[in-house]
């Protein structure tokens, strides 16, 4: 970004947003309670899923935030009582991770600490280039600490990037301080940007929160006694060292990793078996890989192995023998592979050689054998060594099997014979858009990749068709065909695995290293899960789903697709911090199984807390947390539920549970759309699952956005594209800073916070402001009776039809586009009007249109606009202020001024094009002499071959449902019509014409006459269209009237101009006021002017004159002598005459001279006229 030259601007509008935040503060504005009597809830219940507390919140943060904070500025407008808390989350491993690392950095290199130098340490192995791999992008992550911490090593630096002291750091080294610290800070840095929080209702979450805790406690005893919640094996990262799941916390290396899930398929060996293996005749023995795509079986080809790498075959529990890795073995037998959890029984060692040729049985391959063929560049931290061959789809494959097929040597060195590789063809099975159903052997071709060394290309050649295989491939197999892969990858794979072909086989998505210098494998460890793979549970979730307002298909189709999938959820941990499980307190709840329904405590938190983010103070009712038992809690939550047995008063009871049935359910949760495979899919579940039998409680609608770039970049600590909230308030102001979010975009895709639309935003702010200043300051000077005029009713009628689109925008939640319509346009509709409005603008109007403007605009820039509320005098705060009524819309008429604005750049074009040197011969392109006087023909009518051509249009566009036929059945209907013969050449590209307004504009197009009158229209601007264009004047004639040319040229809605200059005569207009800064000035004088007309023509020139009204234009009485006499002071209108209103002037061109004529009186006026300006 380039730097400010200034910040005053900015400067002004953050002084108005602290005195109005103020403002608030003391009215308390924003706190909402239940309304007590009767049934009818008018209310609005928005929530955000609360941001988790190890850091400032930023922009991303912000931008999901503000969907909330504007609708429910605009539901407040439209008369609901609205009701936004906000609650800050610290339950999980984060924030205890962090504290612990901190603590080990201290005992390890000293307060402050002395870090090693980067050289002595380590130096980390080159990087691999990444196997790509196709999943939930939810879950796929790099770990967010990593992302924000800007690439700082320690924990120490980390804390110290976000400008804290060290004195200040070591306080950090204890969890319990972090949760003092940052959401006091988030409370702060919202309040600065204006949110309408109900902040008495904002809590912590963890145990150290003893009505929460309460709270998360009663609702896994329920989910628990619902069975929803059950024990068992689950699969988890695992440090064998250690014997127990390795949490982030534990982690060497590997900081955010997960299991990753992989189809193992049984390549079964066929006898005669390889000498090394002979010992295991009868024996029934696999090859297994491990494949990330199992729907690529079907175009087996054959399997590589390493011929160095190492493997062994181990016996499996049912007694087979498999044949892989020893690493990956060692995963399977954590998993259930082996007799014994943790033992792999090992038969054998051997290399890859030793099995190279071997014949095999694999699954799904339409050949009966395949091979074991080598490949030199299979890796050992991944898989199981053994890679499934199918060169149709994986640019790998196809280019090492070209090898073997081009390099006999190669064949021989392995001992290969030919019948095992050459008869061995791609099989198509995916149909990709644009690679074909062989996009490997394409996409290789189309690279020129030449061997299975060409590491850089194959890499380019995976990401091309791997990520387009997946999202638009389509099955071409038996079964499958017509398919997407995206939707037949778990049925391929389940089926398969019925069949007792595959296995699910998991491993570490990347190496984990535990703090004992363990390699980590995935285990399946007994936990406590909730079941969201039960068939009731999931189709209650589906049902809720159904009534569920979702904003765009995409959403939906999200929540479709992860209720499909979703199975069990591990909601334990064994470290971290949060509410312990009431039933097995070794366990904590993890932290996206404590948020599922928290929006209901929202409701009662502000009775319970006091006002204290920990719920330490004393509750406003005198309940204590102990008093809250399951049977009050389920008296609250449940209105079926009796009035429990309890020390806290019945009337308190009743309250808490009035404010629950008051505000509940949640008219509308935003949030990312990353949220939608995991929390928001979480949300429907467990309301589904705790209001079984109360639809009403379960929610209403999610908006989920996409994610927010910055300056089209994503945002990084590591690049420094990147800023918190606070540094964006303070940089842009909070209203700056809330528009250029508006404009950053509304739907699922990436939207853009740009930071010269910030800069453009706060322009147009100030401009606003000091506009509607001016306006206030001048309204004596605006004009006032009847405000009936033609540009006074567009006006009025664009300002209606703009409440209108605003009001349909801010319904739907679309931001980018009420701010577009309830501001940029509303702001042009102004603009126009003041350009058009030669008589001046009405005062009734302009204030019309800043209280709608003020109210417009209220719901993304709260501060400015309650700022301009109260510079209009009204009394109150507009936050309890209602959304403007609209008036009725002319749209006849503000199209009607649409078509003058057309026109009017129309005319400017083709006065452009008339003053423009003619093409010709060199040295003669002298430009035109300017024109004085112009033409302009409307026709009533289209000419008659247009108008036959319309007739047969109209006809098609009605009798095929508003389509029109191809062009060619329209040329050859239009061809056989004779009067058609000598326009042909015009006939198609006027059907085109149409075609490409029909779309615009719809079927008024194909109208034979416009709605309303062109000429009263062009009429009754004449002024404006004379003076923008710089011209005398401007006849406006029927094309009727004119001749055949013109009447060619025009149709309805196109006029046709024509230029031409009137002869005149020069005289000088002089003024004789002292120091008032006009001038004298020379124009010319035409045949049949008027006093009007000169003065007009004066103006052009005297740009300072404004009012016609005000100019007085006089002769001398003796235009000889007059101009020479010295005026004197005071007395400027000595020895001059009025010119009347009545007067008009005559010239003689060939004696250069200007008479006037009055009431039949013929008077010489020289070379001289006088102007005074009153």
Known sequence: MTERKGTAKVDFIKKIEKEVQQKWDEEKVFEADAASG?????????????????????????????????????????????????????????????????????????????????????????????????????????????????????????????????EEIVQFAEAEYWLGYFPPLAVQDMKSMGVKVDWRRSFITTDVNPFYDSFVRWQFESLKERKKIKFGKRYTIYSPKDGQPCMDHDRQTGEGVGPQEYTLIKMKMVEPFPSKLSGLKGRAIFLVAATLRPETMFGQTNCWVRPDMKYIAFETANGDIFISTRRSARNMSYQGFTKENGVVPSVMELFGEDILGCALSAPLTSYKIIYALPMLTIKEDKGTGVVTSVPSDAPDDIAALRDLKKKQALREKYGIKDEMVLPFEPVPIIEIPGYGNLSAPQVCDELKIQSQNDREKLAEAKEMVYLKGFYEGIMLVDGYKGQKVQDVKKPIQKKMVDNGEALIYMEPEKQVMSRSADECVVALCDQWYLDYGDKNWKEAASNSLKSLETFCDETRKNFEATLAWLQEHACSRTYGLGTRLPWDEQWLIESLSDSTIYMAYYTVAHLLQGGVLNG???????????????????????????????????????????????????????????????????????????????????????????????????????????????????????????????????????????????????????????????????????????????????????????????????????????????????????????????????????????????????????????????????????????????????????????????????????????????????????????????????????????????????????????????????????????????????????????????????????????????RAVLLENIVYLTNSLELDQIDVIFASEADDKVKEECCPGKPYSVFRSEPGVSVFLVNPQPANGYFSSKIDVRQGDTKDSIIRRLMKVERAIKDLQRVKLMRYEDPVLGPRRVPVLGKEEQGKKDISEKSTFHIDLNAKKVHIADNGLKVDIGDTLVYLVQ
């Not at 899923?49 to 991303?60: A, D, I, S, T, V």
């Not at 931008?63 to 339950?91: D, I, M, N, W």
């Not at 504290?99 to 600490?113: I, M, T, V, W």
């Not at 120490?156 to 002291?165: A, C, E, N, P, V």
Request: net charge positive; hydrophobic share 35%.
């Open 616 to 1014: 330490q103070a004393p509750s406003p009712l005198g309940i204590k947390p102990e008093q809250m038992t399951k049977e009050v809690w389920n008296y609250i939550f449940f209105k079926n539920s009796p009035m429990p047995t309890s020390t806290i008063p019945k009337q308190s009871l009743q309250k808490l549970r009035q404010e629950f049935e008051y505000w509940y359910p949640v008219d509308v949760r935003v949030s990312g759309k990353d949220l939608v495979p995991n929390h928001l899919s979480y949300y429907l579940y467990n309301h589904v699952a705790m209001w079984p039998e109360d639809s009403g409680k379960w929610p209403v609608a999610v908006r989920a956005n996409g994610h927010l770039l910055l300056n089209s970049e994503k945002m990084s600590k590591s690049t420094g594209n990147f800023l918190t909230l606070s540094e964006a308030v303070n940089k842009f102001s909070a209203d700056g800073m809330r528009l250029a979010l508006a404009d950053a975009g509304d739907t699922v895709e990436d939207a853009n916070f740009v930071e010269a639309m910030a800069d453009a935003g706060i322009l147009r702010l100030y401009t606003w402001v000091e506009w509607v200043k001016e306006m206030i300051a001048n309204q004596d000077s605006l004009r006032s009776g009847p405000a009936n005029t033609f540009n006074d009713r567009v006006f009025a009628s664009e300002m209606n039809a703009g409440i209108i689109k605003t009001d349909q925008h801010y319904e739907k939640m679309m931001f980018k586009e009420a701010l577009k319509a309830g501001f940029f346009e509303f702001q042009a509709a102004k603009d126009k009007y003041r350009e058009l409005a030669i008589e001046g603008m009405h005062k009734d109007l302009v204030f019309q249109f800043i209280e709608n403007q003020t109210l417009l605009l209220a719901p993304i820039c709260p501060h400015l606009c309650e700022y301009t509320w109260s510079l209009l005098g009204k009394t109150g705060s507009l936050m309890k202020a209602s959304w403007p009524v609209s008036g009725p819309v002319d749209e006849i008429l503000i199209r009607s001024s649409q078509y003058l604005m057309e026109t009017a750049h129309d005319l400017r074009l083709r006065l452009k094009g008339y003053m423009a040197p003619a093409k010709g011969k060199k040295g003669d392109n002298k430009p035109q002499q300017k024109p004085s006087h112009c033409t302009t023909y409307v026709a009533k009518n289209y000419p008659p071959w247009q108008h036959t051509t319309l007739t047969l249009l109209r006809k098609h566009y009605k009798a095929n449902n508003g389509q029109l036929p191809e062009n060619k059945v329209i040329a050859s209907e239009l061809g056989a019509l004779p009067e058609l013969k000598k326009y042909m050449k015009r006939l198609m590209p006027f059907v085109a014409m149409i075609k490409e307004n029909l779309e615009k504009n719809g079927a008024r197009v194909l109208d034979l006459e416009l709605e309303f009158d062109e």
């Open 38 to 166: 009767g049934e009818s809830k008018n209310k609005y219940f928005v929530t955000f899923p609360y941001p988790y507390m190890n850091g400032r919140l930023h922009l991303g943060h912000t931008f999901s935030l503000s969907k909330c904070e504007f609708a429910v500025g605009y539901q407040r407008l439209k008369g609901k009582h609205c009701l936004f808390p906000f609650g800050l989350h610290c339950t999980g491993m984060p924030i205890k991770a962090c504290a612990d690392k901190l603590k080990r950095e201290l005992e390890l290199y000293g307060c402050p600490p002395q870090f090693p130098d980067e050289e002595e340490e380590e130096t980390p192995v080159k990087k691999e280039a990444e196997e790509i791999v196709i999943k939930d992008k939810a879950k796929g992550k790099k770990s967010k600490a990593a992302a924000k911490s800007g690439g700082a090593k320690f924990q120490w630096d980390i804390m110290r990037s976000l400008g804290l002291s060290d």
